[in-house]
């Protein structure tokens, strides 16, 4: 993805021999844990049935979505199908939290040291710089931007489930549970709540299937699908091609050995692609129905 070095001169820079990067290249690079690409899976899961239940609800009216109401067993089996998903959501935020916590007890000796660090997923100045320098590669006014462990979008896309869970998810409960909220809100933020629970949901759909679809999948170096967050791993070259700032960190520090793991075996390889290109078309066909109903069937 972002422009590396030429492996001789890696090489003769943290003074690696060419005998033991070819060794290193019949391993890949462990990206994620086990526990990030289970909730990743589910989230995706959780995600899907939302949005195919939401969006039947909101195009009630087009007929895509009585034909997938159908398919749901009507509108009523829809909306459970829909509150079990978001039963999902919400348990799989839960679960980062406390992996977050724990996380930070076992390698951080500070909440500073861990949203403050190199491998923070908050914004900060490095960003900044890097989203310039990408759309002055853009316009062929510079190189491209080397990325740390994670760009730019990989941390806009993180923080919109947090944007996503406060004010969806809040609505969606308001909604779900009218009497226990109007004990505490007037009833007029019931009408409220629908329309922001509507539109933000039609705006996050929108963005997941296109924005990240294309930041994920779509761009060049990746297209027409990238599965590491399916498999965890990545081969080191696609390591030190992606993400240059942090392949040196680990070479300098001699630490890219110890996260090197075996591959998974062609079969597994080609039921996560499976998964992954499923995801993708239910994605695009409800990107597809959501214009048809705006353009051509609005009421």
């Given amino acids: 993805?972002?422009?590396?070095?030429?492996?001789?001169?890696?090489?003769?820079?943290?003074?690696?021999?060419l005998a033991s990067t070819a060794e290193v290249g019949e391993r890949q690079f462990l990206r994620f844990k086990r526990l990030n690409r289970i909730l990743h899976i589910v989230m995706i899961v959780s995600f899907m049935s939302l949005a195919l239940t939401g969006m039947t609800l909101k195009f009630a009216y087009t007929g895509w979505a009585s034909f997938l109401s159908r398919l749901f067993?009507?509108?009523?089996?829809?909306?459970?199908?829909?509150?079990?998903?978001?039963?999902?959501?919400?348990?799989?935020?839960?679960?980062?939290?406390?992996?977050?916590?724990?996380?930070?007890?076992?390698?951080?000796p500070s909440w500073r040291s861990l949203l403050l660090g190199p491998d923070s997923m908050l914004f900060n100045k490095k960003d900044l710089q890097d989203l310039i320098g990408n759309f002055k590669w853009f316009l062929g006014r510079g190189p491209r931007p080397e990325y740390g462990r994670w760009t730019y979008w990989e941390k806009f896309d993180y923080?919109?489930?947090?944007?996503?869970?406060?004010?969806?998810?809040?609505?969606?409960?308001?909604?779900?549970?009218?009497?226990?909220?109007?004990?505490?809100?007037?009833?007029?933020?019931l009408n409220v709540a629908t329309i922001i629970h509507s539109?933000?949901?039609?705006?996050?759909?929108?963005?997941?299937?296109?924005?990240?679809?294309?930041?994920?999948?779509?761009?060049?170096?990746?297209?027409?699908?990238?599965?590491?967050?399916?498999?965890?791993?990545?081969?080191?070259?696609?390591?030190?091609?992606?993400?240059?700032?942090?392949?040196?960190?680990?070479?300098?520090?001699?630490?890219?050995?110890?996260?090197?793991?075996?591959?998974?075996?062609?079969?597994?390889i080609r039921a996560i692609r499976l998964f992954g290109w499923t995801a993708l078309c239910i994605g695009f066909s409800i990107v597809v129905w959501i214009i048809y109903a705006m353009l051509f069937a609005y009421q």
Avoid: Q
Wanted: zero cysteines.
């Fill in 159 to 189: 923080f919109a489930v947090f944007w996503g869970m406060a004010i969806i998810g809040s609505t969606g409960l308001m909604l779900w549970f009218p009497e226990l909220f109007t004990m505490v809100f007037p009833g007029w933020f």
């Fill in 1 to 17: 993805m972002e422009t590396a070095a030429k492996p001789e001169s890696a090489h003769e820079e943290h003074g690696i021999s």
């Fill in 73 to 108: 067993g009507g509108y009523e089996s829809a909306g459970y199908v829909h509150r079990l998903a978001a039963v999902a959501m919400i348990g799989i935020f839960i679960a980062h939290i406390v992996d977050v916590v724990r996380m930070k007890k076992r390698l951080y």
């Fill in 199 to 268: 539109d933000e949901a039609l705006l996050a759909v929108g963005f997941i299937f296109t924005v990240h679809f294309f930041n994920t999948h779509l761009r060049p170096e990746k297209f027409p699908m990238d599965i590491v967050v399916f498999t965890g791993r990545m081969p080191v070259d696609d390591l030190k091609d992606d993400k240059p700032l942090e392949y040196n960190m680990l070479v300098k520090e001699g630490m890219l050995e110890e996260n090197l793991v075996e591959a998974y075996p062609p079969i597994v």
